[in-house]
């Protein structure tokens, strides 16, 4: 009885075309990127570093972008990231014509994402602020949200900083998903794809702090240019706000390029890979 109640309402509700399954998937995948990661951003700040500190905000990404890989990986390919469903475009392992599609999904459950937070800390964000919602400085709340650069950081650096942080990202996702190189065991790509933003946070924040995708940096920007913070948000630091949006873009670029040129090019055919296996090639290595 239950099966068949179960099976009545799968036919009514459930989507039929891939599409619209994959827009779910991105939109609730980076929603919960978003609520772990600024959500620890928000733990930090509005405690003044009392309950956590800098690394937990690095655990809280790391676990928030590993559990959206696990929420729409079957569904979508889990890239809750425009930067990297660019990177799947330029490689044609996401058709062109889906990715306005990826993109909307993860703007839109950024911003829902930004919301939630704002929601859950709302009464310590009050009291934090007293009801002023400032976006530089010894008090800022902005931050919260996105990304806004240290003094010393110039334009070209900081657009740099996204360039190489993003291209660093895609080709270690890349290497994890390549299927002829050693990969990561079957369900376990998401916690890999989650060390790497790791990785980047502990070597790679000092500067801006990371962003490395346009969706959850813009979408929350916006978010605070609504909710109270005002306009601000986009004049703030010389116009900050393009940068963590460009840079990504053009570092997805570049570590697909890279991926490609110097890895994904030179795989053996199949029927040479069975002849010269990779994983042998790994082991004879590491026995060295």
């Given at each position: 009885?239950?099966?068949?109640?179960?099976?009545?309402?799968?036919?009514?509700?459930?989507?039929?075309?891939?599409?619209?399954?994959?827009?779910?998937?991105?939109?609730?995948?980076?929603?919960?990127?978003?609520?772990?990661?600024?959500?620890?951003?928000?733990?930090?700040?509005?405690?003044?570093?009392?309950?956590?500190?800098?690394?937990?905000?690095?655990?809280?990404?790391?676990?928030?972008?590993?559990?959206?890989?696990?929420?729409?990986?079957?569904?979508?390919?889990?890239?809750?990231?425009?930067?990297?469903?660019?990177?799947?475009?330029?490689?044609?392992?996401?058709?062109?014509?889906?990715?306005?599609?990826?993109?909307?999904?993860?703007?839109?459950?950024?911003?829902?994402?930004?919301?939630?937070?704002?929601?859950?800390?709302?009464?310590?964000?009050?009291?934090?602020?007293?009801?002023?919602?400032?976006?530089?400085?010894?008090?800022?709340?902005?931050?919260?949200?996105?990304?806004?650069?240290?003094?010393?950081?110039?334009?070209?650096?900081?657009?740099?900083?996204?360039?190489?942080?993003?291209?660093?990202?895609?080709?270690?996702?890349?290497?994890?998903?390549d299927r002829k190189n050693i990969g990561?065991?079957?369900?376990?790509?998401?916690?890999?794809?989650?060390?790497?933003?790791?990785?980047?946070?502990?070597?790679?924040?000092?500067?801006?702090?990371?962003?490395?995708?346009?969706?959850?940096?813009?979408?929350?920007?916006?978010?605070?240019?609504?909710?109270?913070?005002?306009?601000?948000?986009?004049?703030?630091?010389?116009?900050?706000?393009?940068?963590?949006?460009?840079?990504?873009?053009?570092g997805g670029a570049v570590g697909a390029?890279?991926?490609?040129?110097?890895?994904?090019?030179?795989?053996?055919?199949?029927?040479?890979?069975?002849e010269n296996n990779v994983q042998d090639?790994?082991?004879?290595?590491?026995?060295?």
């Amino acid at each position: 009885m239950e099966n068949e109640y179960r099976k009545k309402i799968k036919e009514k509700l459930g989507l039929r075309r891939d599409i619209f399954k994959e827009f779910l998937a991105e939109f609730l995948g980076i929603f919960f990127l978003i609520l772990f990661g600024c959500g620890s951003v928000a733990q930090m700040v509005l405690s003044r570093t009392h309950l956590c500190d800098i690394l937990s905000v690095h655990i809280g990404f790391t676990l928030g972008v590993m559990m959206a890989v696990y929420i729409a990986g079957g569904v979508s390919g889990g890239h809750v990231n425009p930067a990297v469903s660019l990177a799947m475009v330029i490689l044609g392992k996401l058709p062109l014509k889906k990715f306005p599609v990826y993109v909307a999904a993860q703007f839109l459950g950024a911003f829902a994402g930004s919301c939630a937070v704002y929601g859950l800390y709302y009464d310590a964000l009050m009291d934090f602020t007293k009801g002023e919602f400032i976006v530089t400085g010894e008090n800022a709340t902005a931050t919260i949200f996105a990304s806004y650069p240290l003094k010393h950081l110039s334009v070209l650096n900081g657009l740099v900083d996204q360039v190489i942080a993003t291209a660093a990202l895609v080709i270690c996702i890349l290497a994890i998903t390549d299927r002829k190189n050693i990969g990561a065991p079957k369900g376990m790509e998401p916690l890999c794809i989650g060390l790497i933003i790791m990785g980047i946070g502990v070597s790679m924040s000092l500067n801006c702090g990371y962003p490395i995708n346009p969706a959850r940096d813009l979408s929350p920007r916006f978010f605070t240019a609504l909710a109270g913070w005002g306009m601000e948000v986009f004049r703030a630091e010389g116009c900050w706000w393009w940068i963590p949006v460009v840079g990504p873009m053009v570092g997805g670029a570049v570590g697909a390029g890279v991926y490609a040129l110097f890895i994904e090019l030179h795989h053996p055919e199949p029927e040479k890979q069975e002849e010269n296996n990779v994983q042998d090639k790994y082991e004879i290595i590491t026995m060295t």
